[in-house]
């Protein structure tokens, strides 16, 4: 089984960026998936969940500008990020949370 992230580049503050998480060897459906980030010199942290029933859960910083999403048919998850902020710099990682598989993540820069 693997998780790799795409989507991520330099973008301006207040710009938007797409990930996508592509998923092989089990079905991104049948598990809780989970987004998060890693800035230059901190903790990762959690930043959304996207639950099999399509329930989605953000953390503060986010809630209004990213959108947590998946496509069946691709087996694909994806983060919508828009207003993108100087503090959302960071690698993003993508996880299945019920395995603890994480993929190599998809580095996100956002110019002041």
């Known amino acids: 089984a693997h998780l790799v992230e795409s989507g991520g580049g330099l973008v301006q503050s207040g710009g938007s960026l797409r990930l996508t998480c592509a998923g092989s060897g089990f079905t991104l459906s049948d598990v809780i998936m989970t987004w998060h980030r890693q800035a230059p010199d901190k903790a990762r942290e959690w930043v959304a969940t996207?639950?099999?029933?399509?329930?989605?859960f953000y953390t503060d910083s986010v809630k209004g500008r990213f959108t947590a999403s998946r496509d069946d048919a691709k087996n694909e998850l994806y983060l919508q990020m828009d207003n993108l902020q100087f503090e959302d710099t960071a690698v993003y990682y993508c996880?299945?949370?019920?395995?603890?598989?994480w993929g190599q993540g998809t580095q996100v820069t956002v110019s002041s």
């Open positions: 996880q299945n949370f019920d395995s603890q598989l």
């Open positions: 996207f639950a099999p029933g399509g329930a989605t």
